[in-house]
């Protein structure tokens, strides 16, 4: 949106897309490596339940992309909250797995967090060229 208070918020939304676009494509080609990439135990229960996980992401990735781009302030505002929320629990779930801590594991918790940092710094902060409406007198 051209004129909008969470421009900032909108291109991290934008980034966080791309990243679970590439993130569902990885868990639908071959979820095998990434099980093994964040520590996990492989086995047939877990791979089913991460290429779940990717379709879920597509989803998720495709809606990301359209509400930063169409939704207006308000319903983005919202969106950008639960945001935050997902990518904190993201985070917490990916460190509390069982299995071994790999470094795998640890991109993807500081990735999670990270997320959630950049909507929480990004959502108060007015943008640049953004214009406050202006009341109209009657």
């Known amino acids: 949106m051209?004129?909008?208070?969470?421009?900032?918020?909108?291109?991290?939304m934008i980034i966080g897309s791309i990243v679970f676009a590439i993130s569902a494509g990885v868990l639908l080609v071959d979820p095998s490596a990434f099980v093994s990439y964040i520590?996990?135990?492989?086995?047939?229960?877990a791979i089913w339940s991460f290429r779940l996980t990717g379709?879920?992401?597509?989803?998720?990735?495709?809606?990301?992309?359209?509400?930063?781009?169409?939704?207006?302030d308000p319903a983005f505002r919202?969106?950008?909250?639960?945001?935050?929320?997902?990518s904190i629990g993201l985070a917490i779930l990916t460190y509390l797995a069982p299995g071994?801590?790999?470094?795998?594991?640890?991109v993807?918790?500081?990735i999670g967090s990270g997320f959630a940092a950049l909507?929480?710094?990004?959502?108060?902060?007015?943008?640049?060229g953004y214009k406050e409406d202006q009341p109209t007198s009657a």
């Open 2 to 12: 051209r004129n909008s208070r969470y421009r900032y918020s909108r291109l991290v």
């Open 39 to 45: 520590g996990l135990t492989s086995n047939e229960s």
């Open 55 to 72: 379709m879920i992401l597509v989803a998720l990735s495709t809606h990301m992309a359209t509400t930063s781009r169409n939704a207006g």
């Open 78 to 86: 919202r969106a950008a909250v639960v945001m935050i929320l997902v």
């Open 100 to 106: 071994t801590a790999t470094t795998g594991r640890w």
């Open 108 to 110: 993807f918790v500081g």
């Open 119 to 128: 909507y929480l710094i990004t959502l108060p902060i007015k943008s640049i």
